[in-house]
């Protein structure tokens, strides 16, 4: 495997239901994020994680739980979500420094998990 | 507060002429990055071109160019000898180089359609 590998690529879940979203790097990349893709708007930056730290958490509800258990992997756990959370979830990372600034450092994507509340 | 704009919601090309896509920013920080990214139907985003806030010259990456004018903050995308396999969502993105969170904002996106 190389790249940003993220899985499942389709999801279709009932607002009660618990799933998790599942992205891997194999860049030896450190920084992670979380993106949103809805129709017709912009990517909305959900979660950035450096070092496996939280760097951003973008107004996103409670009910989007991010994990970062080391620099290569990171989760989006689900939970009673909303019809509106429909969209397609994109994972990517970046090689960064620790301190002093982020650089403009090529953000690496994943093909995305197309994710349907119904 | 950072801001990219892309005011063409669609463009179409001929095949083997070249196109123009248009990409505004506005950010205070005075070191930023300013990229554009492919994403086809599959969805990935492509990684395409970058451009240094201090960089002298545009880049170019083989087909794309970019036109950056720093004192009207564009930075427009230029593709040269459009194929069919360009047909895609294109979107400009900056970010910060001293932000404390990396983010990484990105326009509404251009979908480009070359006509064979």
């Known amino acids: 495997e190389t790249g940003v590998t993220q899985t499942p690529r389709h999801l279709v879940m009932g607002m009660t239901n618990k799933k998790s979203l599942k992205c891997e790097q194999h860049?030896?990349?450190?920084?992670m994020y979380w993106y949103k893709q809805s129709a017709k708007k912009p990517l909305e930056l959900m979660f950035v994680y450096n070092f496996k730290e939280q760097t951003e958490n973008n107004s996103v509800p409670s009910r989007f739980s991010p994990e970062c258990p080391n620099s290569s992997h990171l989760f989006l756990h689900l939970h009673t979500l909303q019809p509106e959370d429909s969209a397609l979830y994109l994972c990517a990372s970046s090689q960064e420094v620790r301190t002093g600034g982020f650089g403009a450092n090529v953000l690496t994507f994943g093909a995305g998990s197309r994710l349907t509340v119904l | 507060a950072q801001k990219i704009t892309q005011t063409q919601p669609g463009m179409f090309v001929q095949e083997k002429e070249a196109v123009t896509l248009d990409c505004t920013y506005d950010t205070s920080d005075p070191s930023y990055g300013l990229f554009w990214y492919k994403q086809p139907s599959s969805g990935e985003m492509i990684f395409l071109i970058y451009?240094?806030?201090?960089?002298?010259q545009n880049a170019t990456e083989g087909r794309y160019s970019l036109n950056f004018q720093k004192a009207r903050k564009s930075a427009n995308l230029v593709i040269s000898a459009s194929q069919l396999g360009d047909s895609a969502m294109y979107f400009c993105?900056?970010?910060?180089?001293?932000?404390?969170?990396?983010?990484?904002?990105f326009g509404q996106g251009t979908t480009l359609q070359v006509k064979p």
């Open positions: 993105a900056m970010r910060e180089v001293w932000s404390n969170t990396g983010k990484l904002i």
């Open positions: 860049l030896g990349h450190n920084a």
């Open positions: 451009q240094g806030s201090y960089d002298q």
